[in-house]
């Protein structure tokens, strides 16, 4: 593989130290990645904010451009991209192909949103205006399961509000990253986007860092308190999109047969490493036997292999911790349910481990309870729809949910009793950038895509003036 470098005021630089980046296919090594020490770290924050008030003082019209040049760079180097991402994260090529372009959407969407003047009001007695300033600094730090995808819901709205950025990837997934920062660095002015990578080692000093003024977070519940706690010091503003434990409940008028493959992508894309899948399901008990049926029918059907290998649909699990996390979900499994699709890790090298269904089992199991983040899916079975809705709310969790049946009125009134952030009827996972996007409960603080996302990089100002 090629070589990669930080992004550090205008100029690709090597790291102070390196750090290995495996493929979770194989097991190899990839290539030795610069990994960064508090002083790289600082010298980006430095840049950053040096650049930020020329940066804050461009015209919109001419951020915007330069945003629409990164889109048209990501497309145009989407195959490049695509490959790393696959190679690093372990998703089939298809997917990387997909998350690549999604992320020029991204770009493209937030290019063309403003950030108009709100006159709040002009009469004899006042005039009121309402401005939306840029903060500052920038630190947005990444997880593994979508490196570019969810740097694409950060860095577009961030630069085009006026704001300069410090990015950090995910340690096991730095790569493709790194290669768009490399491809983007002439577009931008020196210092506007800077991107290092670390070894799990340099969020904190990212998220104390006083010149930061906000941190743009997407990771795990317990690493946003960390994040939240630590930014509660300088004040800074932070977004939090954070874990989840989505409830798909499934009422007795749903066709089992038609609702089996939305309901196991929704389960299993990116082998289950989603923020937003379906991660336990309940079934009403008049259909239970023939859902269980259907998901172990795709469960068996899937092909799970290297996602360099065309047709292949699952990858492996993403990195050896995950994997090992998962293992012990299959452990639990095994002793609180009955394992009917999968449940065993697969005898090659590689963190391969085929779409697990498991049913008869309930609450009380890690499994139903924790966030699994991994191609195990519990079926859990009910009688009455307001016990269904009762458990699916009876978690600290509140990112997503959704509702399956044949009478779109039953499933609304059920939608709106779910306690999640988004609920979606009859599928699960259909996003886009226009549509608003965040977290319930313990799953986050924030939002992020459309208007109110843009508007969570930025300070509201209003000019109050006497007449
Ligand atoms: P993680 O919390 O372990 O890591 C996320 C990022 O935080 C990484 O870049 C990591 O290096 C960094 N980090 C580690 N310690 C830090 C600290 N003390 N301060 C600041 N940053 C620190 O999460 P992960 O394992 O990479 O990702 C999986 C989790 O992310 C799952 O819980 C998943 O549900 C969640 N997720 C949420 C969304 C969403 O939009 N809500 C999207 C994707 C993933």
């Avoid at 629409?68 to 990501?74: D, F, G, K, L, S």
């Avoid at 899937?302 to 293992?327: C, I, R, S």
């Amino acid at each position: 593989m090629e070589n990669f470098n930080f992004l550090i005021n205008g100029r690709l630089v090597a790291g102070a130290k390196t750090m290995p980046v495996v493929n979770p296919a194989t097991e190899e090594v990839l290539v030795q990645c610069p990994r960064a020490s508090e002083e790289q770290l600082n010298e980006a924050v430095a840049a950053a904010k040096a650049a930020f008030p020329a940066w804050a003082a461009t015209p919109i019209e001419e951020r915007r451009k330069l945003i629409v040049r990164m889109a048209e760079t990501i497309e145009k180097n989407c195959a490049d991209l695509a490959r790393i991402l696959t190679q690093e994260q372990g998703k089939p090529l298809a997917d990387a192909t997909a998350e690549t372009m999604g992320m020029a959407g991204f770009f493209r969407y937030f290019a063309s949103l403003d950030l108009p003047l709100r006159v709040i009001e002009d009469s004899k007695g006042r005039k009121v205006e309402a401005y939306r300033r840029p903060l500052g600094v920038i630190g947005a730090i990444i997880p593994w399961n979508f490196p570019l995808m969810i740097l694409s819901f950060k860095l577009p709205p961030a630069l085009l509000a006026g704001n300069t950025l410090v990015v950090k990837p995910a340690p096991t997934t730095p790569l493709a990253s790194l290669k768009f920062a490399e491809l983007v660095a002439d577009i931008l002015p020196k210092g506007v986007l800077n991107f290092i990578a670390d070894a799990n080692d340099l969020g904190d000093a990212l998220t104390h860092h006083p010149d930061v003024r906000k941190i743009s977070f997407t990771g795990s519940t317990a690493t946003g308190k960390k994040v939240m706690a630590s930014a509660a010091e300088t004040l800074k503003r932070i977004t939090l999109e954070l874990g989840g434990n989505d409830a798909g409940v499934v009422l007795d008028d749903a066709k089992p047969k038609a609702v089996a493959k939305g309901i196991f992508e929704g389960a299993f894309q990116n082998s289950g490493q989603v923020c937003l899948a379906i991660k336990r399901l309940y079934v009403h008990e008049s259909i239970y036997d023939e859902m269980c049926h259907e998901l172990v029918q795709l469960a068996e059907a899937a092909v799970v292999d290297d996602g360099l290998k065309q047709g292949t649909q699952l990858g492996p699990l993403q990195n050896k911790m995950q994997y090992e996390k998962v293992k012990g979900f299959l452990d639990d499994a095994r002793k609180n349910g009955k394992v009917v699709a999968g449940g065993e890790v697969m005898d090659r090298p590689g963190y391969f481990i085929r779409p697990t269904i498991v049913r008869d089992i309930s609450e009380g199991s890690r499994l139903v309870d924790e966030e699994q983040f991994g191609p195990v899916l519990p079926v859990l079975k009910y009688s009455d729809t307001d016990e269904a809705i009762k458990r699916a709310n009876n978690t600290t969790y509140g990112l997503g949910a959704s509702v399956w049946s044949s009478n779109l009125e039953r499933a609304h009134d059920v939608a709106s009793r779910l306690e999640a952030g988004t609920v979606w009827i009859n599928k699960h996972l259909d996003m886009a950038p226009h549509i608003p996007f965040g977290g319930a409960k313990n799953s986050g603080l924030g939002t992020e895509f459309a208007e109110e996302g843009l508007n969570e990089f930025t300070q509201l100002q209003v000019i109050n003036m006497a007449r």
